[in-house]
T-cell receptor, first 114, second 119 residues
Framework: DQQVKQNSPSLSVQEGRISILNCDYT??????FLWYKKYPAEGPTFLIS?????DKNEDGRFTVFLNKSAKHLSLHIVPSQPGDSAVYFC?????????????FGTGTRLKVLA | EAGVTQFPSHSVIEKGQTVTLRCDPI?????LYWYRRVMGKEIKFLLH????????ESGMPNNRFLAERTGGTYSTLKVQPAELEDSGVYFC?????????????????FGPGTRLTVL
């Protein structure tokens, strides 16, 4: 049973517009959420994170929103750039339970069109 | 600073053979993790070392998989004997030994992965 779900396998967005990637989770013990970006033939690279005590975290063009009641988080990229084209993975962990493993979603492939 | 390195980048073996994957974490990182991604699916946790000790091996699929981290530096993941369903990309990640909640992140740094194909 998947605890972290990314229901959109792919997304295409025009350059300069906003990209919104969504992620849902089922485990209420998760207290830390992250987004990783992955280019082909490379490992995932950290993008942005948010702890469960916050509802928003912003870093430049990237903003992550957390809605705990809905068990939903989203990543907003604005403005989108062609270099943002990659697979984006949502991940969660339950660090307060003493384990630091990440539970990943299946990823969303973002294509930013020039 | 060198990142997480993994060797080999690719490995093609036949069913029943043995393969050993190696991971060198970032220097000074006590935490080392192994993950696996099977084609098109999620990246799945396999196990977590703190220094040379296995902290969590709940994701190891079965006893054909053996992970070691002698001396608390590099780690190896051996698959013996390999089966067709073991094919995938094996990622290693490392992180520091403290949680920096003030900075709101505890990043795991991932290596480029080893693509294992079992024929």
């Amino acid at each position: 049973d998947q605890q972290v779900k990314q229901n959109s396998p792919s997304l295409s967005v025009q350059e300069g517009r906003i990209s919104i990637l969504n992620c849902d989770y089922t485990n209420s013990m998760f207290d830390y959420f992250l987004w990783y970006k992955k280019y082909p033939a490379e490992g995932p690279t950290f993008l942005i994170s948010i702890s469960s005590i916050k509802d928003k975290n912003e870093d430049g063009r990237f903003t992550v929103f957390l809605n705990k009641s809905a068990k939903h988080l989203s990543l907003h990229i604005v403005p989108s750039q062609p270099g943002d084209s990659a697979v984006y993975f949502c991940a969660a962990s339950a660090d307060s339970s003493g384990t630091y493993k990440y539970i990943f979603g299946t990823g969303t492939r973002l294509k930013v069109l020039a | 600073e060198a990142g997480v390195t993994q060797f080999p980048s690719h490995s093609v073996i036949e069913k029943g053979q043995t393969v050993t994957l190696r991971c060198d974490p970032i220097s000074g990182h006590d935490n080392l993790y192994w993950y696996r991604r099977v084609m098109g699916k999620e990246i799945k946790f396999l196990l977590h070392f703190v220094k040379e000790s296995k902290q969590d091996e709940s994701g190891m699929p079965n006893n054909r998989f053996l992970a070691e981290r002698t001396g608390g530096t590099y780690s190896t993941l051996k698959v013996q004997p390999a089966e067709l369903e073991d094919s995938g990309v094996y990622f290693c990640a490392s992180s520091q030994d403290y949680w920096d909640r003030a900075s709101d992140y505890n990043e795991q740094f991932f290596g480029p992965g080893t693509r294992l194909t079992v024929l």
